[in-house]
């Protein structure tokens, strides 16, 4: 039995994916009655599963060091999650199966109630094989068993397409680690920043700069399948939604309008991009505009400031914020502009909504009195949820998934300077835990998650 990972996964994974079985090892989660690794999310927040990660074993050329580190990019995965342990590797009473199978007693008296073992070989040409397999430990089970063949140089996307694989099996859900981050880079005095499209994987690594900072840059966000980027640019001094292209670099306006152009997200299907245009009246209105820059439809005109829209997943809803009520906040309609609803009814104003990949929830930033707030609330308004809290935070955006929202956080600065001003990416859990800050090599503001690869 196999399974093929199609040429378009960004075009790293070269030799598919083929699934390894084990005789005398059951496929299926343990039986009744038998304690099993395998759990729901919900529990798993409380009480971490204790998972053990060996080096994986090499084989020829760089392959011992290859699977060593694939080993501790899973870890990190994991680890990160705030929904597994990694078993310290000090404690190990044996670093991997001497054979086919784990001698379990030995991973159970560690307390590890999940075991991943490995190997690393390399093919020649430049490509390597990277096997792996999962393991229930208490009902000594085989839950997985794929093997990947790529490039060496692309070990780390087999690590993170591994850590998916584990988490959906072990949880239920799907990962998310096989994702990149667009993000602002900023450096420079706070009252003369330099702004930057950057863009990074979901751990920080392959870190790279897209734009030269020689134009301000804002509000990235990805397309649904393709590797393009909308955002929004000051270049030339007209402030315009721009399209870019990660493959080739380049560059173009979306779009000729008269007034100003900003706050732009892509379709669910990816033809075509939402966005808001300034208008004579001092306002702006939701309009979509095709990727070729036609098909342009105008979805608000109330005279208000309405900005911020996002699709819900189906593309059947449109959530935004306006101040068309005298204040502030979120309001849903029909894709066609009909139907106009406010939803946000809590103290303070309502910022840059976005709507869950699972469609349940809506996250957004609250303004309110001397602090700002990252919430979530359902789609009709109720179970309003504030998740994080300080002096600046802003702009959630969700994992894949759904399970996780990254947003930013400013601090004070300590003069009218701008001095110890900080900008920084944080991420955490729809119910609040496992707050942690992403590293970046510089501040970093306006985060938005891409797809899984396909």
């Not at 075991?115 to 999962?134: A, H």
């Not at 990074?200 to 840059?217: F, H, I, P, V, Y």
């Not at 929202?405 to 001095?419: I, Q, Y």
């Amino acid at each position: 039995m196999t399974e093929f990972f199609s040429a378009s996964r960004r075009g790293l994974i070269a030799g598919g994916a083929a699934l390894l079985a084990l005789p005398n090892f059951a496929w299926a989660q343990a039986a009744a009655g038998t304690q099993s690794a395998v759990i729901d999310v919900n529990r798993a927040r409380t009480d971490p599963i204790p998972i053990a990660i060996p080096e994986f074993a090499g084989a020829g050329g760089d392959a011992g060091q290859i699977g060593r580190d694939i080993s501790m990019v899973i870890a990190a995965d994991l680890s990160r999650s705030g929904l597994f342990r990694p078993v310290d590797r000090a404690a190990f009473i044996s670093s991997g199966p001497s054979g086919d199978t784990p001698d379990f007693k030995n991973w159970r008296a560690i307390g590890a109630q999940a075991l991943v073992t490995g190997r690393c070989e390399s093919q020649g040409g430049g490509n390597v094989r990277v096997e792996f397999r999962l393991w229930d430990v208490l009902p000594q089970t085989q839950i997985q068993g794929t093997a990947y063949t790529a490039t060496a140089g692309n070990w780390r996307r087999i690590a993170h397409i591994i850590s998916d694989v584990i988490y959906e099996r072990m949880l239920g859900e799907k990962g998310y680690f096989d994702t990149r981050i667009v993000y602002i880079a900023g450096t420079g005095p706070k009252s003369k920043r330099i702004k930057r499209l950057a863009i990074m994987d979901q751990d920080s690594e392959n870190n790279r700069l897209l734009t030269d900072g020689s134009w301000l840059a804002l509000t990235p966000r990805f397309h649904p399948t393709r590797d393009q980027i909308a955002f929004m640019s000051f270049a030339n001094n007209r402030p315009r939604v721009y399209l870019f292209d990660l493959g080739t670099g380049r560059q173009q306006v979306l779009g000729e309008f008269e007034g100003m152009t900003f706050s732009p997200r892509f379709a669910p299907d990816g033809s075509s991009v939402i966005m808001s245009v300034t208008n004579n009246g001092g306002g702006s209105d939701i309009v979509s505009v095709g990727l070729g820059g036609g098909g342009r439809r105008s979805l608000t005109n109330s005279g208000a400031i309405d900005v911020s829209p996002c699709y819900s997943p189906d593309g059947a809803q449109i959530v935004f914020n306006s101040d068309r009520g005298g204040d502030q906040q979120l309001y849903i309609m029909g894709a066609d502009g009909n139907g106009v609803k406010r939803i946000s009814f809590g103290k303070g104003r309502y910022a840059t909504p976005v709507w869950s990949p699972r469609g349940d929830l809506i996250a957004f930033t609250r303004l309110g009195g001397a602090s700002w707030g990252i919430g979530v609330m359902h789609p009709d308004g109720s179970g309003e949820r504030i998740l994080s809290e300080g002096f600046a935070v802003e702009g959630p955006t969700f994992a894949p998934n759904g399970r996780v929202l990254m947003f930013w956080r400013e601090t004070a600065s300590r003069d009218a300077r701008g001095s110890g001003f900080s900008s920084r990416l944080v991420s955490i859990d729809i119910t609040g835990f496992n707050e942690r800050v992403v590293s970046t090599p510089t501040d970093a503001s306006e985060p938005a998650w891409s797809p899984v690869a396909a």
